[in-house]
């Protein structure tokens, strides 16, 4: 038998789409949004691709995704994974990591996922805006970083 309510999908369904639909419109105040086939959102801050999703953890924490890719086929590097990892310590929206692939190189993601359920659109703006921006900023360090070394 089960316990759960009648229509609990559907009300999962429906809480993280009108989170989603909040997050569009604060994201559509700077930027191009694309809407994927799944409901995540896409979008470009300056040379940074983002995606936001909306998932809810239980019942009535529904929280917002946002993933940024910083950098992409950096060299294997230790000394650029080191420096991620210690601006990684220093920020306070997102939690860095690095991604190391075959063939002898690296990616930089920055994620961060918080409940939203609530925020109307121009405080999620101004909180998604912090994140993403670190996210270019992080970028333009790293490329100055290889670029240097």
Do not use: I, N
């Amino acid at each position: 038998m089960s316990h759960d309510a009648p229509g609990a999908g559907t009300t999962e369904a429906a809480s993280t789409a009108r989170l989603l639909a909040v997050a569009r419109e604060a994201l559509e105040l700077y930027h191009d949004v694309h809407v994927d086939d799944d409901g995540a959102l896409s979008f470009r801050h300056k040379d940074v691709p983002c995606a936001v999703q909306a998932m809810q953890l239980a019942e009535g924490l529904v929280v917002l995704s946002l993933t940024c890719v910083v950098a992409w086929d950096l060299p294997a590097d230790d000394r650029l994974a080191r420096s991620a990892a210690e601006r990684a310590g220093e920020g306070l929206f997102g939690t860095l990591g690095v991604v190391r692939r075959d063939g002898g190189k690296m990616d930089v993601l920055l994620r961060y996922a918080f409940p939203a359920e609530g925020l109307a659109a121009g405080p999620l703006s101004t909180l998604l805006m912090l994140v993403v921006s670190t996210a270019s900023q992080l970028r333009a360090e790293l490329l100055s970083a290889t670029d240097a070394g």
